[in-house]
């Protein structure tokens, strides 16, 4: 069975670090729908052009373009095998679309990572991404271990940015978890933790889905 899952949570909640670690490790397409505007942005195509000063202000890009981009995104091969969603869907209407694109095959499985908002404020201001291949990189290292590029700062992480992400977030993408949390494959885990105890919690609640579903 494809294993097909949606990590919802803050900015900061630490989604795209798990995302990217989940998928590896079971050899699944990890979509970022965040990396793939970033990447729009630097290579200055249209959608780039239109998506920078949103994502400069913390606002959302809009449901339309954004549920085109996925779609896309999910109907090549990679993604056929099995995906781990990371920033998308960030809205009931985006949820809504994702659940029409998706054939029955196999459940959507839906983990919430759960962090209180003080440690997202004080991690939002801490992180540092590479300014040549977007690596988002864990405390400690001062060169992207990835290519050896420059860690900066997000154009979004700053101060008054992170404020009006986590209103945005709080209007926008908590009803999600309403939308989500009366399905059997719903699970919550608790993201203020270190991250490989994250990471096991998130493997364990994948399991007790599959399980469920046999
Ligand atoms: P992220 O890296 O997931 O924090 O996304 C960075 C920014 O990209 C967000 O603050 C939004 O401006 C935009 N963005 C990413 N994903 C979406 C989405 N699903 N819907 C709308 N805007 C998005």
Request: glycine share 10%; proline share 6%; charged share 30%.
């Amino acid at each position: 069975m494809a294993v097909r899952l949606v990590m919802l949570g803050p900015p900061g909640a630490g989604k795209g670090t798990q995302a990217e670690r989940f998928a590896r490790s079971r050899g699944l397409a990890r979509i970022s729908t965040g990396d793939m505007l970033r990447e729009a942005v630097q290579q200055g195509t249209e959608l780039g052009r239109q998506a920078k000063a949103l994502m400069d202000a913390g606002r959302l890009v809009s449901d339309d373009v954004m549920i085109g981009i996925v779609r896309e995104r999910l109907a090549r091969p990679d993604a056929v095998r099995g995906f781990v969603l990371d920033g998308f869907p960030r809205t009931v209407a985006q949820a809504h679309a994702l659940d029409e694109m998706l054939d029955d095959d196999s459940p959507l499985i839906v983990i919430d990572v759960d962090v209180p908002d003080e440690t997202l404020v004080r991690r939002l201001g801490a992180r540092r991404i590479c300014k040549v291949c977007g690596w988002t990189a864990p405390p400690g290292p001062l060169v992207c271990e990835k290519c050896g590029g420059e860690l900066v700062q997000r154009r979004d992480d700053g101060a008054e940015v992170v404020r009006e992400r986590l209103r945005v977030f709080g209007n926008e993408s908590r009803p999600l978890v309403d939308f989500y949390q009366q399905r059997p494959t719903f699970r919550s885990v608790d993201g203020d933790q270190v991250p490989e105890a994250v990471a096991a919690d998130i493997s364990a609640a994948v399991a007790s889905v599959l399980g469920d579903q046999r």
